[in-house]
């Protein structure tokens, strides 16, 4: 694909230095549709990306836009902070009736505010004041958000750093597999909670990701994730589950945890619960935990009418047969896999492993600078595709669950190429 230098003027001017998607990718984007992104000169480019998962179901999903142009076209409210509306009762009564119900999942719905890191930290507050204690525990390289107390329980180094301010209250433990399988799961958890010379101070909760995306796409097992909600009900710790990226089907199920058979006390859910890429999020808990008093936790922007509306329109769409989408999920996670494969055996000294679930995937690179390149050289070839890990080291794949086969084999033959023309 030949790009003429685009005007990025204006950006590196006038936008702030912390800017960081836009670098990879220089170019002005101009419109999307589905999997595929254009820019302002017609180039076309296969997303492997959505939005950091925020797009689950495309750009600009029909069903979706005409939903929310026909709210918007009729003067539906547009902000509502958390006033009650006809936009919010439509989206609870299709997440209660489509989502929670079939899973037997007892929660109430709490909006805290437009982002990930929102729900986060309002789990975080609700789970202290609910059990009286500070201390959380959290896991080597999560990622839980931006926000101060979002950041005390995030591994990466870099992220942190930027807080400015000592990060407290927050402990992190070996995530699975972080020890390479040569000590039994959680020995040194439960020692530091059993002796009470550890300095460790009871915790409060234990806030977890099912697989870590921006840590690397590093997939917890099932069976740890059931052992560490036994550790946590025998230890009187709240178990929150980070779903904002893996949730809304990324892994299969609606929930990533629903495959280790658990109920997490607190659930995080955003980037694709709006199904629109529109700000939203939520916090799930039980019944029990709903402690709060009016207007404890507020924010002016908790209520996006819109983002209600799309939402409801994804769920009625694509999750009334849940068992459908899953199976579609799982089968083109299958059709990656099957290709990062044969790239790991073609390239068996440059590929340390791949590893993922459902369509969230991650190919690891010896050489920590070699996904960063990968990622350069796909996006010439007109495909979108980021990095993650503590160093950047891990190509990721992050499409739409509503790509088609064929789209789907047209990125991997690029990836495929790209990792070639690097080595």
Request: net charge negative; aromatic share 8%.
């Amino acid at each position: 694909m030949t790009i003429t230098q685009p005007d990025l003027s204006v950006f590196e001017t006038l936008e702030s230095e912390v800017r960081s998607y836009c670098r990879g990718w220089p170019t002005v984007f101009d419109r999307a549709q589905g999997s595929r992104m254009y820019d302002e000169d017609g180039h076309e480019y296969l997303d492997f990306f959505a939005g950091a998962g925020s797009l689950n179901y495309g750009h600009n999903n029909p069903v979706l836009k005409r939903a929310l142009i026909d709210y918007l076209e009729r003067d539906g409210v547009t902000h509502g902070l958390d006033m009650s509306t006809t936009a919010k009762r439509a989206f609870l009564e299709s997440f209660q009736n489509i989502v929670l119900r079939p899973r037997d999942l007892p929660y109430k719905v709490m909006f805290p505010g437009p982002t990930g890191t929102n729900a986060v930290e309002s789990a975080l507050k609700l789970a202290r004041k609910v059990k009286g204690r500070e201390s959380i525990v959290s896991f080597t390289n999560a990622f839980h958000g931006m926000s101060l107390g979002s950041l005390a329980v995030t591994g990466n180094a870099f992220k942190r750093a930027g807080a400015g301010i000592p990060l407290v209250h927050g402990t992190p433990m070996p995530f699975d597999n972080y020890l390479d399988g040569r000590t039994p799961d959680f020995i040194w958890f439960e020692r530091l909670l059993e002796d009470q010379g550890s300095g460790l101070n009871q915790p409060a909760a234990v806030i977890v990701e099912t697989v870590q995306g921006e840590g690397g796409i590093n997939v917890a097992r099932a069976e740890w994730l059931r052992k560490l909600a036994d550790v946590c009900e025998r230890w009187d710790m709240l178990l929150i589950v980070d779903d904002i990226q893996m949730g809304c089907g990324r892994t299969g199920a609606f929930f990533s945890f629903e495959e280790a058979g658990i109920t997490p006390d607190i659930v995080t859910v955003s980037k694709s619960i709006s199904g629109y890429g529109l700000p939203m999020s939520l916090c799930l808990f039980k019944p029990e935990l709903d402690v709060w008093e009016p207007g404890e936790h507020n924010g002016t922007f908790r209520g996006n009418n819109p983002a209600f509306v799309t939402a409801a329109a994804a769920l009625e769409a694509y999750w009334t047969d849940g068992a459908a989408m899953e199976k579609q999920t799982l089968a083109r996670g299958q059709q990656i896999e099957q290709v990062l494969a044969a790239l790991r055996e073609e390239h068996a000294g440059a590929v340390k492993e791949y590893r993922g679930r459902g369509l969230v995937w991650g190919i690891e690179f010896h050489d920590t600078e070699r996904a960063g390149a990968v990622a350069k050289r796909a996006f010439e070839l007109g495909l979108l595709i980021e990095t993650s890990g503590p160093q950047g080291e891990v190509v990721k794949l992050l499409p739409a669950l509503t790509i088609t086969p064929d789209e789907l084999d047209e990125g991997l033959r690029t990836l495929t190429r790209a990792v070639r023309e690097t080595a």
